[in-house]
């Protein structure tokens, strides 16, 4: 499919219709995965109608996950979708932005995940701590709310159009990343966060009840840098190192 490696993470999904629609979308723009993130309900056969003939077996070899951090584990670049601003969620991108940055991931044989959070309020502050990158579909103020899977559909309209231009220039994606090794995942950009949590407390660094709130500004960095398996290793390395220096 056009793009493979990308999946669809629905974060607490209220409506299966909703599902059902995204399904279609999917196969409309050649989108092969869905998962869900504790959903709300999850009823296949109220989906099934909505997801029409050729949405039949995304529906069927759809995952369910207890949280997000499983859910994008396997991913180098995890997209949260989000209608709100301020506070962290800053330097948002466009959806040709966003797409862009998918096309490069794909062509360097990555795993993407667009993530999109519940249609009555979207991803809360913890869930957008997974993203690395947030993007905003810009509407008019007077109405801002998108429906799941015209989101959906949005976003991988243009994931496939960054695709297929990536496609007709190859190299031009590719040599960006020369010498850098493989991108770490999700999973592995959680464990450097944990393990410089850990080495900042011991440092004295971080300081209230909530260090994950503090620790946000290094996520941020951390998330644009598009950190190498290399890169990961080193820093990995040392927070062991002052952990063991502090005793």
């Not at 620790?215 to 820093?235: K, Q, T, V």
Request: net charge neutral; hydrophobic share 45%; aromatic share 4%.
């Amino acid at each position: 499919m056009l793009l493979d490696g990308v999946q669809i993470v629905l974060v607490k999904t209220r409506f299966p219709e909703n599902i059902g629609m995204a399904a279609r979308a999917c196969a409309n723009m050649g989108c092969p995965a869905i998962r869900l993130v504790d959903p709300e309900r999850w009823d296949r056969e109220k989906a099934g109608p909505l997801a029409t003939p050729k949405g039949q077996s995304l529906l069927d070899g759809v995952r369910v996950s207890p949280d997000l951090a499983v859910a994008v584990a396997e991913s180098s670049l995890v997209l949260g979708t989000t209608a709100r601003t301020g506070g962290w969620r800053q330097a948002l991108l466009a959806p040709g932005q966003a797409a862009r940055e998918v096309a490069a991931a794909l062509a360097r044989d990555e795993k993407v995940s667009l993530v999109f959070g519940p249609e009555d309020r979207g991803l809360n502050n913890e869930e957008i701590t997974h993203c690395q990158r947030l993007v905003t579909i810009p509407t008019d103020a007077a109405a801002s709310s998108l429906n799941l899977a015209q989101a959906v559909l949005l976003m991988l309209y243009e994931c496939a159009n960054a695709v297929r231009a990536v496609r007709a220039f190859p190299d031009a994606e590719k040599t960006g990343t020369s010498g850098g090794g493989r991108a770490v995942t999700a999973e592995e950009q959680e464990r450097l966060m944990d393990a410089l949590k850990g080495m900042l407390l011991g440092l004295d660094y971080l300081h209230g009840d909530n260090p994950d709130y503090f620790l946000m500004p290094w996520r941020r960095m951390f998330s644009r840098a598009g950190l190498r398996r290399h890169e990961y290793d080193a820093l990995m390395g040392l927070c062991r190192q002052v952990l063991h220096k502090l005793g």
